[in-house]
């Protein structure tokens, strides 16, 4: 598992249903290009962030293919419907196999 | 000879703008608390009426950043700092907790940093947090730029975001003033640059294609775009003194610290916007 | 003193130093847009794309893009090291078809998003962004 890696997400708690909501992530995660040379000339291996999903009650918002050029601490700002209380389901995958994932509920007014 | 030369070389990288003084109509305003950018120099700085804060010089993108504390990609390491702060570390079997209640005591610290205890010895935060650390917690001093020293920077400096920047350059406070004065407008390195040659001689200028700011700390530890982490004050000292290749001074050594005091005090009556974005 | 980049830069615009990668070695815009819609054509309604003209550091660039009714959105940077920057595949879950996120950029390039739509067509956009080097170790 990278280190210090830690997302963080912004769902506000409560929606009307059907309603459009802002959600807004970010991943610490270094990215690290693969670009790089260490103070030896060799180069650092690729080893970032590959993959981003986001999907409420089990269904797809949104599914981002990363490449070495998103910047580090991974950021993503998208849309969604809430069509019923539930919850959100937020998961990245690293080159290094590791899966981070983290969910917030939403309640519907 | 050869210093002239440097100079002019120099010289030629900084555009002198000839246009009249522009106003700067940008507000920041952070999740609504609007924040003082601008305010009149404190009477001891002789050359410069008006003090500027350095989110002034960035571009729209970039101030966009600062206002909201999501897109600021700082709150991801301070949040990093609330759980080190619950976390107990080190022989004693405390966390920072143990004794400090909630981050929410030191409102108001950051804004006076650094200062002169009742020891006469010129303090700053991370001193004051490695110091809890090792006498009280017997636990081991954080590097003093390193990623969890700069989280919890940024987690005290919070605590006085909003608050005006007033630091004592009086009294027990005068000999490190003089001192960091003294550094401030000291030429140095294979360059030959002070720190005012730059941010006091040219802040408004183009240095190829950075717009030069006054070098204000009142946002520090500052997320930058260009190494995209938290950097603190030493840190960007020693940056500074690199890019004019000159050897720097250690960070938490007497003429950092000194240093750190006279440009805080640069920065009196600008608000504390800790942890800002910066290029 | 003035204190807007644009305003600085149009009084001093001559020493203005800016990381132009070599044009041979770019990829052009029109067949990296290809690449993304197997040679079809793209038109250029329906989709935009929000990117700064001066990057402040090329490190971290925000951008935004949007396509109405897109099933995805590619991203590219045709004078990377490789083009590729991501790719956004919307659910049947998502609000509006559009992405915001912060990229590298190496120097001063285009700025390609192709969108495909749900008919199976493609529409495209481009910007130049100016990646700047600074006076202060970049």
């Known amino acids: 598992m990278a280190k210090g890696v830690k997302p963080r997400v912004k769902v506000p708690k409560k929606a009307d249903a059907g309603e459009a909501i802002t959600i807004k992530t970010l991943i610490s995660h270094k990215m690290e290009s693969g670009q790089r040379k260490d103070s030896d000339g060799n180069r650092i291996p690729r080893s970032i962030i590959n993959r981003f999903t986001c999907a409420f009650n089990g ?9 070495p050029a998103i910047s580090t601490n991974p950021y993503f700002q998208f849309e969604a419907v809430v069509p019923e209380a539930g919850e959100f389901h937020f998961t990245w995958y690293d080159d290094d196999g590791s899966v981070y994932e983290t969910k917030k509920a939403v309640k519907v007014a | 000879m050869k210093y002239n030369s440097i100079t002019a070389i120099v010289a030629g990288l900084v555009v002198a ?7 700067e109509d940008s507000v920041l305003s952070i999740d609504g608390q609007e924040f003082i950018t601008q305010a009149a120099a404190p009477a001891h700085m002789e050359n410069v009426d008006t003090i500027y804060s350095g989110w002034v010089f960035r571009t729209d993108e970039t101030q966009a950043l600062e206002m909201d504390d999501f897109d600021n990609p700082s709150f991801v390491f301070v949040e990093q700092a609330e759980e080190l702060f619950e976390t107990v570390d080190g022989s004693a079997g ?42 009280r917690m017997g636990a081991e001093a954080w590097k003093w730029s390193g990623g969890q020293m700069s989280g919890m920077l940024a987690l005290v400096g919070l605590q006085s975001r909003g608050d005006i920047v007033d ?40 240095i190829r294609a950075d717009h030069l700011s006054q070098g204000q700390i009142n946002g520090f530890p ?58 | 003193m003035t204190f ?12 203005l130093a800016v990381a132009a990668l070599p044009a041979k070695l770019m990829a052009s815009t029109a067949d990296l847009i290809a690449g993304v819609t197997g040679g079809a054509a793209a038109s250029s309604d329906g989709i935009e794309l929000t990117a700064p003209e001066i990057a402040e550091n090329g490190n971290t660039v925000p951008i935004a893009v949007s396509a109405p009714g897109a099933v995805a959105i590619t991203l590219l940077a045709g004078g990377n090291p490789t083009p590729g920057v991501a790719t956004f595949n919307f659910g049947s879950g998502s609000a509006e ?19 495909k739509m749900a008919d199976g067509s493609f529409v495209a956009a481009a910007q130049t962004v100016k990646v700047t080097i600074g006076g202060c170790g970049g």
């Not at chain 2, 703008?17 to 106003?23: C, D, I, K, P, Q």
């Not at chain 2, 640059?193 to 200028?205: I, K, L, P």
């Not at chain 3, 996120?101 to 001063?108: M, V």
């Open chain 3, 97 to 115: 078809q559009s992405a915001s996120t912060r990229i590298r950029l190496a120097g001063t390039q285009d700025v390609i998003a192709v969108a």
């Open chain 1, 59 to 67: 269904t797809s918002i949104i599914d981002v293919t990363l490449e």
């Open chain 3, 4 to 15: 807007t980049r644009r305003e600085t830069l149009a009084v001093g615009g001559a020493a």
């Open chain 2, 94 to 135: 405390k966390a920072c907790v143990s004794c400090h209640e909630s981050p929410e005591v030191f409102a108001g610290l950051r804004a006076k940093m650094p200062r002169v205890n009742d020891d006469g010895e010129l303090e700053t935060l991370p001193e004051l947090i490695n110091g809890c650390r090792t006498e």
């Open chain 2, 17 to 23: 703008s000839t246009s009249a003084f522009a106003g």
């Open chain 2, 222 to 279: 500052t997320y930058r775009l260009k190494n995209t982490k938290l950097n603190t004050i030493h840190g960007r000292f020693k940056g500074c003194m690199k890019n004019i290749r000159a050897t720097p001074f250690k960070e938490g050594g007497d003429e950092f610290k000194a240093l750190e005091l006279y440009v805080a005090s640069r920065s009196n009556g600008l608000m504390v916007e800790t942890p800002s974005v910066r290029n």
């Open chain 2, 167 to 206: 630091v004592a350059i009086d009294g027990a406070a005068a000999p490190f003033f003089e001192k960091g004065k003294e550094l401030y407008y000291k030429r140095v390195g294979q360059l030959d640059m002070s720190c005012a040659n730059c941010h006091e001689d040219n802040y408004g200028n183009m």
